[in-house]
């Protein structure tokens, strides 16, 4: 039994944690406070990125259930928070952890006071748990849109919970566990490349195939535009905001590694963008909003791996390379015949599987040690051939382990009853928003069928030079097509497939 206390230094106020183990020895950590104010800061910048997620997958997805994104992404930061508490972090972050998973000792918790923590000592282990918590819960929500347009809201949140103990707690402890065998055989994953990112694509990717595709897919019924630019471009901004507290908080200290991934984020995240937008420039002749926010995502996913060990140089070929082949990326699902809606898998699955061999070949073991205590090998621009090998080894296990071990957890909570995730075709009709929440993030349902029915009156009235108090008939199938291929509704009703 050890007992314990805390002060503070007079001169600069740093935290001075005293502690006295069974036999009488004293020990004295000092943590430095503007440490632990940057991981305080970054953890709250990762927790805007789940929320900003939520913005960007409704954007994209019809009206009729862009609110049930939102509200997964807010759910999802809930449940997870839950599930991080009461075993997650000691599953994954345990001192006495095996090379594949950790053990209960911090279940609920317990212990986890002022002791260096494992990830760094330069903070306590609290702040290390509630930093790696918001990693965990945007990890579950990315995964989460797998499931857009066609899965039952309640059972999606039990899954979250189980997944994030089957599926990520493992490969994290593996990845940044100081006893995991991807940590020991020296691969390099600075930020989420792997446990993040390949991690929640593949299971968007399971999820895909497990739900089947939507009603009406392969007709001109799914061919529809973002919903809502404005909620992509705002989603992607506080993403894009966030991941300075993404890349650069994972240095856990208030350094100049910290800031080298600031300045590599922001590079990548930038070249992109662009990069992308001009790959979509070549097919319409236009700009798009759209594709500039997928493609600065898509740089911000493939720098996440590198940003502690690469150079601002070599960051540009991240965004660059990234952007590219995310986009390409996305013929995927036609290639394979899957219906994966939000693009999760082309975006996050392969954007990180890019950013873990370019880590292995541009880490410099000069940027690394950024922070006067890293020391690695580096990768190919510092002769070191074998680190891209490791780099494969372990984007390969998280690949077929994420794939499998979502699948499984998919069917077998289709067979208990009440967790069957695929939504009935009512709820697909009617919209997620209305079926299960009863709410809207548009309010159009009430006021859109009036408005188009009066829009069709009068141009009736107005072809047929007659005012509407003469009482229009109800309009055929050939008057209800709209100048654009849209259709009226008819009276009494608005349309369900938006």
């Known amino acids: ?10 001169e600069s106020q740093d935290l001075v944690y005293n502690v006295t183990d069974a036999e009488g ?69 345990s001192d006495g952890a095996g090379p594949f998973i950790g ?68 490969v994290a402890c593996w990845t940044w566990n100081s006893n995991g065998w991807s940590f020991i055989l020296g691969g390099l994953d600075f930020a989420g490349g792997g446990p993040v990112h390949i991690n929640s694509g593949t299971a968007a990717l399971a999820i895909a195939i497990y739900l089947g595709k939507r009603r009406g897919y392969g007709t001109e019924r799914l061919a529809y535009k973002p919903h809502n630019t404005a909620f992509c471009v705002i989603g992607t901004a506080l993403l894009w905001f966030g991941w300075f507290g993404f890349n650069g908080g ?92 939000l693009d999760v898998f082309a975006s996050h699955g392969i954007g990180g599987m890019i950013g873990g061999i370019l880590t292995g070949l541009f880490a410099q073991t000069a940027y690394a040690a950024y922070d006067g205590i890293t020391e690695i090998p580096g990768g190919w621009v510092d002769r070191n051939w074998i680190q891209l090998g490791y780099q494969v080894a372990d984007l390969t296990a998280i690949f077929a382990y994420s794939l499998v071990m979502t699948t499984a957890i998919l069917w077998i909570m289709h067979f208990i009853p009440g967790l069957r995730l695929r939504c009935s075709e009512e709820a697909e009709i009617v919209g997620m928003d209305d079926y ?36 229009p008939s109800t309009p055929t199938e050939a008057e209800m097509i709209h100048h654009h291929g849209e259709k009226y509704p008819a009276p009494g009703g608005g349309r369900v497939d938006q």
């Not at 002022?114 to 748990?129: D, E, H, T, V």
């Not at 039990?158 to 990520?168: D, E, G, P």
């Not at 909003?289 to 898509?298: T, V």
């Open 436 to 471: 299960y929440l009863g709410e809207f993030a548009v309010d159009y349902i009430g006021a859109d069928p009036e408005l188009r029915l009066t829009h069709h009156e009068l141009d009736k009235a107005q072809s047929m030079g007659s005012g509407l108090g003469e009482g």
């Open 250 to 341: 994972s240095a856990l200290s208030a350094n100049l590694r910290a800031v080298e991934a600031l300045v590599v984020t922001n590079l990548a995240a930038s070249t992109g963008g662009i990069t992308w937008m001009l790959i979509d420039w070549r097919l319409e002749r236009k700009f798009s909003a759209i594709g500039f926010c997928s493609g600065a995502i898509s740089g911000l996913v493939a720098i996440t791996p590198g940003s502690g060990y690469v150079s601002a140089y070599y960051s540009v070929v991240f965004g660059v390379v990234g952007a590219a082949g995310c986009n390409f990326a996305t013929k995927l699902k036609y290639l394979i015949n899957v219906d994966e809606s």
């Open 103 to 170: 053990n209960l000792w911090y279940f609920g918790f317990k212990g986890v006071y002022a002791q260096p923590s494992i990830g760094s000592a330069r903070i306590p282990a609290l702040l290390f748990a509630i930093y790696q918590c918001m990693f965990a819960v945007i990890t579950g929500v990315i995964a989460v849109g797998g499931f857009a347009e066609r899965a039952r809201i309640g059972p999606i949140m039990v899954f979250l919970f189980v997944w994030l103990t089957i599926v990520y707690c493992p």
């Open 25 to 93: 020895v004293s020990t004295q950590v000092i943590y430095n406070l503007g440490d632990m104010a940057w991981v305080i800061t970054a953890m709250a910048l990762v927790w805007l990125m789940i929320p900003g997620l939520g913005l960007f997958y409704s954007g994209l997805l019809r009206r009729k259930n862009a609110l049930s994104m939102i509200f997964l992404s807010l759910a999802g930061i809930a449940v997870g928070s839950f599930q991080w508490f009461f075993w997650g972090y000691s599953l994954a972050f």
């Open 1 to 10: 039994m050890e007992t314990t206390n805390l002060n503070y230094t007079i």
